[in-house]
């Protein structure tokens, strides 16, 4: 794996700007952290303590007032095109189909814009085999409110990847959702992984989820966030969800947990 493909290297961030001085809230400081190529890596660690405003700072949705953040190789000066990004919440546009609500993104960015007006059909071949790899297939003219949560988090899924992004954040996608429903899109999530080789960040409250999903978890710190702990998880792959059952699992979950609980102290 090529390693420092998302690097963010003694990054601190302060909302409302260095201009709000102390008054402003600082999220992160001197957060240091590499995710390779191709890796499925998973952030955890006490609320508040800044993982989403890694992400954003990780795609150029945020700038730090110190330290640097590279993706690809590329400093961080706008938002990043070869990411895709999932919330927690899905965020469907409850006028557009399901196909529609797909292709929104590229009606957006360039060069996928260009590309969408000439070749509307090559798009929409594709959004609809991501629909079917999701469990989804004949469900793109449905409407969001005509589908389940799960459903609509499968739709959020694949608009996050309807641009063939070589980076997928994922941020607390999964949070809304019963367990079991939950569960069904770990599957989801490291099926696509598998197949399709993209670098993967998740955050996430769930250790579970994470030590099912991930190739390194690293722990935050309580507010100003920054690294605390990266735990290598060396389960052999392809997971099932048989292996959240047995005791080397939980006792990686147990782990995890006592770290978050020092962070929290
Ligand atoms: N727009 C903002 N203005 C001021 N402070 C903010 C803003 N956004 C976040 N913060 C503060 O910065 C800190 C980090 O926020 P962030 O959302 O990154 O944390 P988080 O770890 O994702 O939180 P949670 O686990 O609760 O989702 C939090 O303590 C939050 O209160």
Redesign the pocket.
């Known amino acids: 794996m090529e390693p420092g493909f998302v690097s963010l290297d003694g990054v601190s961030h302060r909302?409302?700007g260095i201009a709000a001085g102390p008054e402003g809230?600082l999220?992160v400081q001197d957060l240091t952290i590499n995710i390779n190529r191709g890796e499925f890596a998973a952030v955890v660690?006490p609320?508040?303590?800044?993982?989403?405003?890694l992400m954003k700072l990780a795609t150029g949705l945020q700038f730090p007032f110190a330290g640097h953040v590279r993706v690809a190789n590329q400093a961080v000066t706008k938002p990043v095109k070869i990411a895709g990004m999932a919330f927690q919440a899905p965020t469907l546009l409850p006028w557009r189909t399901t196909l529609e609500n797909l292709l929104l993104p590229l009606e957006i960015v360039q060069p996928h814009r260009r590309e969408l007006r000439r070749n509307k059909a090559q798009y929409v071949e594709r959004a609809e085999k991501l629909l079917a790899s999701v469990g989804l297939g004949g469900f793109g003219s449905k409407f969001p409110w005509q589908l389940s949560g799960g459903m609509q988090q499968r739709t959020s899924l694949c608009r996050a990847l309807i641009h063939e992004p070589q980076l997928l954040m994922l941020d607390e996608p999964f949070g809304a959702l019963d367990a079991f429903t939950r569960e069904e899109l770990w599957c989801v999530i490291r099926d696509l992984h598998a197949a399709r080789g993209i670098t993967v960040v998740l955050?996430t409250?769930d250790l579970r989820e994470a030590v099912f999903l991930a190739d390194r978890i690293f722990v935050m710190s309580q507010?100003p966030g920054r690294i605390l702990v990266e735990k290598k998880i060396e389960l052999p792959r392809p997971r099932e969800l048989d292996v959240t059952f047995t005791k080397e699992f939980q006792d990686i979950v147990q782990e995890l947990r006592g770290h978050i609980v020092q962070a929290r102290q």
């Open positions: 909302y409302g809230v999220a660690g609320s508040g303590c800044g993982k989403s405003t955050v409250h507010r």
